[in-house]
């Protein structure tokens, strides 16, 4: 189970010292959501903040890219120094383009889908994905509350994706509303990388990662 705090919910005041208290509590990546203020209504980083995370940590840093035309952005993330990126099917016409692409650049091609959007929009990317992303809020904001259908769509996709070879299985990410009280259910659903911005962030950054890994690596309790 990876744990990757969103640092959107941190204090940005405090950035640097916000990825490094990540780091040093056990966060396996850095999430990092840049918002265009198109695809959403919010405006967050650029390339710029992904090369200030850089610095300050050795961790992979995944890239969740909420924009128009995300193609734009794709060598000049990478150069700053984003390990994964991931793009919305909702924004990608040419989203098996995209995807080969961001292998070609060898970081993890993501593919994110909003709550509302279909999993059969993925049908033909299976195999050219790193990485699936279901969004467990609408993207936009940290602090939103996890959308409980959205436990049904992770065993839909932890069950498409375990029809793939070992060794083309992509990674299944979950993000938005993500604490230590529905960690178990969503690693239960299938999710292996749980994204949580304010269930990191609003409060010890090291006891929160921990609560939640330990919840989502708990034993399913048996059936009597
Ligand atoms: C939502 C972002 C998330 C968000 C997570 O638009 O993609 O990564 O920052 O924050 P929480 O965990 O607070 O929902
Ligand atoms: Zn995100």
Known sequence: MLVA????????GHLAEAVSAAEEGGADWIHVDVMDGQFVPNLTFGA???RAVRRVTSLPI????????????????????????????????HLHRQ??????????????LNPGTSLAALDAVWEAAGLVLVMSVNPGWA?????PGSLERLRSARARIDELPVDSRPYLQVDGGITAANAAAVARAGADVLVS??????????SRIEAIRSAAEE????RP
């Open 5 to 12: 705090p969103s640092i959107l919910a941190a204090d940005l």
């Open 219 to 222: 034993p399913e309790p048996s």
């Open 143 to 147: 602090g939103q509350a996890f959308l």
């Open 197 to 206: 911005g304010s269930g990191v962030y609003g409060g010890d950054p090291r």
């Open 62 to 93: 995944d890239a969740h890219l909420m924009v128009v035309r995300p193609e734009q952005y794709f060598d000049e993330y990478v150069d700053a120094g984003a390990t994964g990126v991931t793009i919305h099917v909702e924004a990608a016409p």
């Open 48 to 50: 710029d903040v992904i």
């Open 99 to 112: 995807l080969q692409r961001l292998g070609e650049l060898g970081v993890v091609a993501g593919v994110a």
